[in-house]
């Protein structure tokens, strides 16, 4: 079964622009979430979405967005990007209907730039 | 979610045994325990979880005491590739997940 995958694996933008970055799901999950980790943060969680709704959401400023589609494949938009924006964005699916697993599958991430 | 503490880093060398013991005085009655593992500019990487007692599979053991309040991953006869962050999570999925990392625990084994 292939595994989470992520596109694109690296990018660099400059201050101000937005970037879309993209998550497809292990097959048959239907929750995906998304994490940002900085050296000085850590791992932090920005939003989850089950079946095309967001469900959970970080404390994150609006400029972070994302959404979900049919096919439970997930994008998250950043808009007007700040240097603190750099980071490796994270993306993991899960089968949380399944009950009591907390059990998520992520991705190799994107690193995001910001110059 | 049921706040965790972890021991910041820890030293071991190879072919010794490793217990990462996490502290999570406030969980609740529906929550799992899942331990997480984490390698540079990779994305965690599940390894176990567990409810309660001991849970055991190819890559760790997970000890769980009766009042689960904390927990104690052991793993065995680690090598220098299990070098990494290795992250414990408290909670249930039901409803929503919204995960709160902790800072971790960055395991370091020498040769």
């Known amino acids: 079964k292939a595994g989470v995958t992520q596109t694109p694996r690296y990018l660099i933008k400059t201050r101000g622009q937005q970037v879309t970055l993209s998550c497809s799901p292990i097959s048959g999950h239907r929750s995906v979430s998304w994490y940002q980790q900085t050296p000085g943060q850590g791992l932090q969680f920005l939003f989850e979405y089950f079946s095309e709704t967001q469900r959970n959401k970080g404390n994150f400023p609006g400029r972070f967005s994302g959404r979900q589609f049919s096919n439970s494949r997930s994008e998250m938009n950043v808009s007007t990007l700040e240097l603190g924006d750099s980071a490796l964005y994270l993306c993991?699916?899960?089968?949380?209907?399944?009950?009591?697993?907390?059990?998520?599958?992520f991705g190799p991430g994107t690193r995001l730039t910001v110059t | 979610l049921a706040k965790t503490t972890q021991p910041i880093s820890m030293d071991s060398y190879e072919g010794q045994e490793v217990n990462i013991t996490c502290s999570h005085n406030?969980?609740?009655?529906?929550?799992?325990i899942t331990w997480y593992q984490q390698f540079p500019s990779q994305g965690p990487r599940f390894i176990i979880q567990?409810?309660?007692t001991k849970v055991t599979n190819e890559v760790a053991s997970l000890f769980i005491p009766a009042d689960r309040k904390s927990s104690t991953l052991s793993l065995p006869r680690v090598s220098l590739s299990d070098t990494a962050v290795y992250y414990c999570?408290?909670?249930?999925?039901?409803?929503?997940?919204?995960?709160?990392f902790g800072p971790g625990t960055r395991l370091s084994v020498l040769p």
């Open positions: 993991a699916s899960s089968r949380p209907e399944t009950g009591g697993s907390y059990e998520q599958y």
């Open positions: 567990g409810y309660k």
């Open positions: 406030n969980i609740a009655t529906n929550d799992y």
């Open positions: 999570l408290v909670g249930e999925s039901y409803g929503g997940q919204n995960f709160v």
